[in-house]
């Protein structure tokens, strides 16, 4: 699939770092980035987008398997169901998968977030082995199925390998459950060494991922700080981190040590790290990440879903921290969704209204957007201009199901209603790295993506129905 390029466009209104600017002219770069960007009256005659139009959000968090789950874990089995019941669920489900299955799930997946409002995503990917536990002939077999999902797509690929060794804090070793994500240093080493080229001829950026504190004990973790220096320098590393009350005890238990406070002895966390989830964080925390410039990935639905708790937004925000969203168990794939999951839940903790407006920016979807797609493009390891000069050429077109439904029409108001309204999140054209992937809201090869899934989960129900689940 080859999609169309542009060579840059004319915007009526777009959502730039320094607010909402009118009759702005970019032009794109061979590497798909913003090479100028100047307001005028479009004297290239640039193609012009009437609606309002956003830069493309990174998805930070993404374990792309779990969106063929959506919907089987939301019955009560357990007197009290936790993320460790749902967990188990998730374990048994992937056991369910064949390679053909999980670059379909993803080829589905990346479709959707597309038209969700997102340009990248952020793999963090843990499913490596076979049904049986075994390295497949080359172990990097599942990360390519992502690689091709990606490039069928069209979205913007962070991929990370995970390093998935332990059941939890004190090395304990992997359950049985937990097969197929377990990997030994040197066939980690060796899978990084080989995606490392097929990665760079696709435009991809490879990261590094211990999986937790609870999958990696502190030496594993300091032998990826130093395969990360041998083999990918710089590169973004993404760790889950204080998700559940239960971590933090058991990390407290093991160490003495919260698991954030660990992880900033363990390493030298800096721009390059997005800590996923943080939910459960201390004062002296929070100011820690803040300082160190790393990305907090939020995953606002899922970690409602699962029944998490609610991030320190105001707290972390006034001390200038840097978030980023993701759809993690990819329960949702639209990014105004998550982003007001996560305003509502701060609403609903303080009792108060329109809490993460900034003072630059009181349109609180204005000020979300902005921010998510800065969060997203560090954690990814993308540059972090939006559409700005030196940014991606990756943006959105919000279009309007019904027009002349509002009253208002300057985009701020526009875009708190795609945010707020409930009434639909829309897409026209997406636009990642300079090509057109989405024109007018569809994909070109959106029908034989949705076929393809379908016929994977065909497959799917007759294995769950084999093993007396279904
Ligand atoms: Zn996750």
């Avoid at 770092?17 to 970019?26: Q, Y």
């Avoid at 049985?176 to 994500?181: A, I, T």
């Avoid at 954030?260 to 997005?274: G, T």
């Avoid at 407006?357 to 997203?376: D, E, I, K, Y």
Wanted: net charge negative; proline share 6%.
């Amino acid at each position: 699939m080859t999609f169309q390029g542009l060579a840059g466009a004319h915007f009526k209104k777009a959502l730039t770092p320094d607010g909402w600017v009118r009759n702005l002219s970019v032009r794109f770069d061979d590497r798909g980035l913003i090479a100028a960007a100047d307001c005028d009256d479009n004297p290239a005659q640039l193609p012009v987008y009437d609606n309002p139009v956003v830069p493309g959000i990174t998805d930070l968090h993404s374990h792309a398997f779990q969106y063929a789950m959506a919907g089987l874990s939301e019955v009560r089995r357990n007197p009290v169901d936790s993320f460790w019941s749902w967990r188990d669920i998730m374990y048994f489900f992937a056991l369910t998968l064949s390679p053909e299955d999980t670059q379909a799930i993803a080829e589905r997946l990346y479709l959707s977030l597309l038209k969700g409002g997102y340009t990248g995503v952020v793999e963090f990917h843990y499913l490596h082995n076979d049904i049986d536990g075994r390295y497949y002939t080359r172990p990097e077999e599942l990360s390519l199925g992502i690689f091709e999902a990606a490039r069928a797509t069209g979205l913007d690929l962070t991929h990370l390998p995970v390093f998935y060794a332990h059941s939890n804090f004190g090395g304990l070793p992997p359950t049985e459950g937990q097969r197929r994500f377990i990997l030994g240093p040197d066939t980690y080493v060796r899978m990084i060494e080989d995606l490392k080229g097929p990665a760079a001829a696709a435009g991809h950026t490879l990261g590094i991922a211990p999986h937790s504190l609870r999958a990696a004990t502190p030496e594993e973790i300091g032998l990826l700080m130093n395969i990360r220096a041998d083999i990918l320098p710089g590169c973004p590393v993404h760790i889950h981190v204080a998700e559940q009350t239960k971590e933090v005890e058991g990390s407290l238990a093991s160490s003495g040590r919260r698991p954030v406070s660990q992880l900033f002895d363990l390493a030298e966390v800096d721009r390059s790290w997005c800590l996923i989830h943080a939910t459960h964080l201390d004062e002296n925390e929070v100011a820690m990440i803040a300082r160190a410039g790393a990305t907090v990935g939020l995953c606002p639905l899922t970690e409602a879903n699962l029944g998490d708790g609610i991030f320190p937004a105001p707290a972390f925000l006034e001390q200038g921290g840097i978030f980023g969203i993701g759809s993690d168990s990819n329960i949702a794939t639209v990014a105004a969704q998550e982003l007001q999951q996560l305003e509502y839940s701060q609403r609903l903790r303080d009792r108060q209204r329109n809490v993460l407006a900034g003072v630059q920016m009181p349109h609180v979807a204005t000020n979300l957007w902005s921010r998510a797609a800065q969060g997203g493009a560090r954690a990814a390891g993308r540059p972090e201009q939006g559409i700005a000069v030196g940014g991606m050429a990756s943006f959105v077109e919000l279009t309007m199901a019904e027009p002349g439904a509002l009253p208002q029409t300057d985009p701020e108001t526009e875009l708190d209603f795609h945010v707020f309204g409930g009434r639909g999140f829309q897409v026209g054209d997406v636009i990642v790295r300079g090509r057109k992937v989405i024109s007018g809201g569809h994909h070109p090869s959106e029908d034989r993506i949705v076929a393809d899934y379908a016929r994977a989960m065909a497959r799917v129900a007759q294995r769950l129905s084999d093993r007396g689940t279904a």
